[in-house]
């Protein structure tokens, strides 16, 4: 399992933990290192992927003292996997992540999302910024800025056709999970970094995908973000400090989505990265580390 492979982090920090935690009225799985009374900060996975998706960060970060939470989000790998389109909505999402808060008795904390991980990011920091100490969002705009480009942008609409495919139901899902979710694991090969993705991680991947009801859960994020009256952009500020980095190879969303978030938030900046893809903190995993460690340890 994914978890034998952190067993043992005794050179750069204490040994990864795993539980299972309530939350919004499911049960989270969690990857947590670090000392429980450090700053509290979560990495949130997108799709594809589950907590594994942060291995090249967890060791850096908690190293420098924080308590590291990094959650299998609703629907994926050994989280609860609630029915029904309605259970994905950003508002359930977000929720999931205050209440793992709450379980911790944390006020304020700190978000590291990348894809999907990064929209409930952005989703917190415009809708609870109260509680969002500073976000760092890797290759995924503010949701208001992505769905108003999949609409209206005829280059972004192109990058963005899976996301129409995905509305079809079951189909997408059966298509898929054939021949061992070969679709999922090719959309890893762009990666710039040749061993980002080996043998034995894909395994650990396809195990996540296996898990019943995982495909739908995941599809099911994407059917509900375009289920969702969302405000314009420019009605969703972000006042706590953001970071945006972001592969400038993404194949999926172009860098003018970035520019577009940026102009949203009180206070952020972009980190181009000239050569990385989507899988920017798999293609620059010890940059993407400290990057995210000298922003998480600024002060206001």
């Not at 990666?191 to 859960?217: I, M, N, S």
């Not at 900046?269 to 989507?278: A, K």
Request: aromatic fraction near 10%.
């Amino acid at each position: 399992m994914a978890e034998d492979l952190f067993t043992d982090m005794s050179e750069r920090t204490e040994i990864v933990r795993f539980r299972r935690i309530p939350s919004n009225g499911i049960h989270l799985h969690v990857a947590e290192a670090g000392p429980v009374e450090g700053p509290l900060v979560f990495l949130l996975h997108g799709f594809p992927e589950f907590w594994y998706s942060w291995r090249g960060q967890i060791a850096p970060l908690s190293a420098r003292g924080f308590h590291v939470v990094a959650p299998d989000q609703r629907g994926y790998n050994l989280s609860d996997k609630p029915k029904g389109v309605p259970s994905y909505d950003l508002d359930q999402l977000s929720a999931d992540i205050i209440g793992l808060a709450d379980h911790f008795g944390r006020e304020t904390f700190a978000v590291v999302g990348h894809d999907w991980g990064a929209s409930v990011g952005w989703w917190l920091a415009s809708r609870r910024p109260q509680r969002v100490q500073r976000l760092a969002a890797l290759n995924a705009p503010h949701p208001a800025v992505w769905v108003d480009a999949m609409r209206n942008n005829p280059a972004q609409k192109r990058k963005s056709s899976y996301v129409r495919l995905f509305q079809i139901p079951y189909l997408p899902e059966f298509l898929i999970g054939l021949n061992r979710a070969n679709a999922l694991s090719t959309g890893f090969r762009d990666c710039v970094r040749a061993d980002a993705f080996a043998d034995d991680d894909l395994k650990e991947y396809r195990k996540a995908w296996r898990q019943p009801g995982a495909l739908t859960a995941m599809i099911h994020y994407y059917r509900a973000l375009l289920r969702k009256p969302l405000p314009p952009a420019e009605r969703c500020r972000v006042s706590p400090p953001a970071l945006i980095i972001w592969g400038k190879q993404d194949a999926y969303a172009l860098p003018e989505l970035a520019e577009a978030s940026l102009r949203i938030c009180d206070n952020g900046r972009i980190v181009w990265m000239d050569r990385s893809t989507h899988w920017v903190h798999h293609d620059e995993p010890d940059r993407v580390a400290k990057l995210l460690s000298d922003f998480l340890t600024q002060r206001a």
